[in-house]
């Protein structure tokens, strides 16, 4: 047996020790059920759907398809995903590079390492996507294919980078991604010129159908038309032929792989790097540990202790979490021209609501400005000469003006375009930042009573049960709350007719609940054991 088949051997047996080593105790068993379960009950609305629900017109979904794909390519071309593609663990480096294997050898070791992760990650996908696929097996053959397609173009513009120099492939990159921005703009400008309002679903019609746009989408059609294939002999036609890019893609690979173990181990070694920060602190520490920058927050007043506590965390934001900010501000930032493309007469306040709740409850998850991203430092701020409360509304202070902004953002952006004052939306930016303290609040006393690290491992279903449960648990306690504060508000606004009054009413619990949870962190702050309850 070849020596790199065998490792596959005992990873696949490494992994299966690790899902089944928590099943031995009957906390492991529930919270493993409870993983299993949860993930079912994501998939059955899906297989619902597929079956009781009209299929999606495949044309659209073939209109849609290739243009999504460009759109992650251009994502891959732009960032650094790629460098995942290209990445070792740092015992594979130790013990692979320096073995008798050719890079060539390594390169199909890394690219078979990572169809075991495809083809589980598209058995999910086919699912979820089955409504807009004629049948399962296309569906699930489209997005492997397509999964693996993505694979390999990041592969790719990684080595290519290594190749062409950095200074050279920057240069490159950016004229690449400048003429296909051209080309979608050409597209678009004449219906924009019209006074249109084009949809994504118009818009991806029109690249379409330009000749530029038809050029460079021509790769990618074969995606598309095998996710919505309906007989066999179709099927088959099309999956040769997105086998036969995927294996074009594949050659470029191996022609490219000159520098690749150089590369490999550069890259590796930072990608672990990132992956330790992320671990311990979640998506804000992606950016890299703390180094000297010219940005600087001034100084806070001392407030007990909690001001120079707010600041280090302010600081640490804009410093080495430059990136997710940047994001965040285009999330916020794109929720009004969303607006643009909807029919005149339209009112989507409670869409817009809505989208502020998602990206609060999933951007929340990043803003680890608080116990959550110190959770190995929690020896040293318990050592400081201050007290436990000034210390949590320290912690609490930087999360909440993070996402309190992002907020104002996503409610200016959208007034901006609707050119008119909206009472919902006023609402809603007044009371965001009581809201917000109070969701960092709950959050970091749920953590600091049950700490976890940022992500559960692949195969952990007692992690990813544990952070669900932990999920609902948080749900339930601001259902509550918001519950009440609602309802309140509601009587007073029918009471006396004013909407002020009744504003003001909901924001003044809100505010009361948020200084509530002050105590109760700092509660669990000096419960919390340094010695037993930080998490390997």
Not at 85 to 90: E, G, L, N, Q
Not at 95 to 100: E, I
Not at 494 to 514: D, E, I, T
């Amino acid at each position: 047996m070849h020596p790199l088949v065998m490792l596959y051997r005992l990873q696949g047996r490494a992994l299966y020790r690790r899902m089944t080593r928590n099943m031995r105790s009957l906390k492991g068993v529930l919270l493993g059920g409870f993983g299993v379960a949860v993930i079912a009950l994501w998939l059955a609305p899906s297989l619902w759907q597929a079956y009781r629900m009209p299929r999606t017109d495949p044309a659209q979904v073939r209109a849609v398809a290739p243009v999504i794909m460009l759109a992650m390519s251009l994502l891959a071309l732009v960032t650094s995903g790629g460098e995942k593609a290209v990445a070792f663990t740092p015992a594979e480096v130790d013990f692979l590079f320096p073995g008798p294997f050719t890079r060539r050898a390594l390169l199909a070791y890394k690219i078979g390492k990572a169809l075991a992760g495809l083809l589980f990650s598209s058995v999910l996908m086919s699912v979820v996507f089955l409504r807009h696929a004629p049948r399962w097996p296309q569906a699930w053959a489209g997005l492997f294919l397509a999964m693996l397609f993505m694979h390999l173009l990041s592969m790719s513009i990684t080595l290519v980078a290594q190749s062409a120099g950095e200074r050279a492939y920057t240069r490159t990159r950016k004229i690449v991604l400048g003429a296909i921005l051209l080309a979608v703009g050409a597209a678009v400008w004449p219906a924009l010129m019209k006074g249109g309002r084009p949809g994504f679903f118009e818009v991806a019609r029109m690249l379409r159908e330009s000749r530029l746009g038809a050029v460079v989408l021509a790769p990618l059609e074969v995606f598309g038309r095998l996710f919505t294939a309906h007989g066999w002999g179709e099927a088959l036609g099309y999956a040769a032929l997105a086998a036969g890019v995927n294996a074009v893609l594949l050659f470029v690979v191996f022609y490219l792989d000159a520098d690749y173990l150089e590369a490999a181990a550069a890259k590796s070694q930072a990608v672990y790097a990132r992956l330790q920060r992320v671990r311990k602190g979640g998506l804000s520490a992606i950016g890299g540990p703390m180094k000297k920058a010219r940005e600087s927050v001034p100084e806070l007043p001392y407030l007990m202790g909690a001001g120079p506590i707010a600041w280090r965390q302010m600081t640490a934001a804009v410093r080495n979490s430059k990136g997710l900010l940047f994001v965040m501000l285009i999330l916020a930032m794109s929720v009004g021209p969303l607006l643009f493309s909807t029919k005149p007469g339209n009112s989507l306040t409670g869409a817009v609501v809505g989208s502020m709740l998602w990206i609060t409850f999933i951007v929340g998850a990043w803003l680890r400005f608080d116990f959550r991203g110190d959770l190995d430092q929690i020896d040293h701020l318990k050592s400081l000469p201050v007290s436990g409360a000034a210390v949590s509304v320290g912690q609490l202070v930087t999360p909440t003006l993070l996402m309190s902004l992002c907020h104002l953002a996503i409610v200016g952006s959208v007034l901006g375009v609707m050119r008119r004052a909206d009472p919902v939306l006023l609402t809603a930016a007044v009371l965001c930042v009581p809201f917000n303290a109070l969701l960092f609040g709950v959050e970091n006393f749920i953590f600091l009573l049950f700490p976890t690290r940022a992500a559960a491992t692949p195969g952990d279903f007692q992690g990813y049960g544990r952070q669900i449960l932990v999920f609902f648990a948080k749900g339930a306690l601001l259902l509550v709350v918001g519950g009440v504060v609602g309802l309140a508000g509601f009587i007073v606004f029918k009471v006396s007719g004013s909407l002020v009054g009744a504003v003001g009413v909901a924001a003044g619990l809100l505010s009361g609940a948020a200084v509530a949870m002050v105590p109760a962190v700092a509660w669990a702050y000096g419960r919390f054991d340094v010695a037993g309850d930080v998490p390997a």
